[in-house]
């Protein structure tokens, strides 16, 4: 099962994900999670239109079923796998409600959603800490939110959609300019030259390790592609400026 997750893109993660749940979790499990998912489903519908890479996809086709196959990668429990499978549905949840650092207001709102499914207040605390744990710096405290935060950052390992993604995240800044506090909230010079905005890229990637071996050995290469091309996008950029002064 995890040999069909080899590096790059187009390969079916829900697919395979649905597939490692039918075969590792038990039939309460699964029940849950799919009443889960179709709630969750629902509510994600309420997200901004303008949430261009923060859409319903980024969670429900990309970020849980890479959850359950990073999971099944690390060979976690069955209730481990349930609870990353969990978080990665609901990761992003907070976008309902406010745009920038919204994973306290995601923990916050799955703690009201999780009881109706019958979690425990334990599962609970550790899907909490795994949507925590997926603020772009991050800091993960155990294998369940090691393997949420892998997955909701898988796309800097994938050829076909890492520029898409890097340009939606740029017009989302812009949309959203007005729900960035103010002294986070980068000038408005900056946030509109996308030379900016792409060495802010760099930046970040070039700062990134995955924390799972599965992960690693699913994106680091083609991440590394992504890094050099964008690395060389990023002087041709600069030279053309350099011919306009």
């Not at 893109?9 to 395979?16: C, R």
């Not at 760099?202 to 699913?218: F, I, L, S």
Request: aromatic share 10%; proline share 5%.
């Amino acid at each position: 099962m995890y040999a069909r997750t080899v590096k790059g893109d187009l390969v079916p993660y829900s697919q395979i994900a649905q597939e490692i749940i039918e075969q590792k979790l038990p039939p309460s499990m699964k029940r849950r999670l799919n009443a889960l998912k179709g709630h969750v489903k629902e509510l994600l519908t309420g997200l901004s239109p303008y949430l261009l890479f923060h859409n319903p996809d980024h969670p429900m086709e990309d970020v849980y079923p890479l959850s359950v196959v990073i999971a099944n990668g690390e060979e976690l429990s069955a209730e481990q796998m349930f609870l990353s499978t969990a978080a990665g549905m609901l990761h992003d949840i907070g976008f309902l409600e406010e745009y920038w650092k919204n994973e306290k207001r995601g923990a916050r709102t799955a703690g009201e959603i999780l009881p109706k499914f019958k979690f425990t207040p334990m599962q609970i605390e550790y899907v909490q800490g795994a949507i925590l744990a997926t603020e772009i710096q991050q800091k993960p405290k155990n294998i369940i939110e090691q393997v949420v935060g892998d997955a909701d950052l898988g796309n800097f390992g994938r050829r076909t959609y890492f520029w898409w993604e890097v340009d939606a995240l740029w017009n989302e800044r812009i949309m959203f300019y007005d729900q960035i506090p103010a002294d986070q909230r980068p000038s408005p010079d900056k946030l509109t030259d996308k030379l900016a905005y792409y060495e802010g890229v760099e930046r970040v990637v070039r700062g990134h390790d995955y924390h799972t071996k599965t992960a690693k050995k699913m994106f680091d290469e083609c991440k590394e592609e992504n890094l050099a091309k964008l690395v060389a996008h990023i002087g041709q950029m600069r030279r053309i400026r350099g011919l306009l002064k």
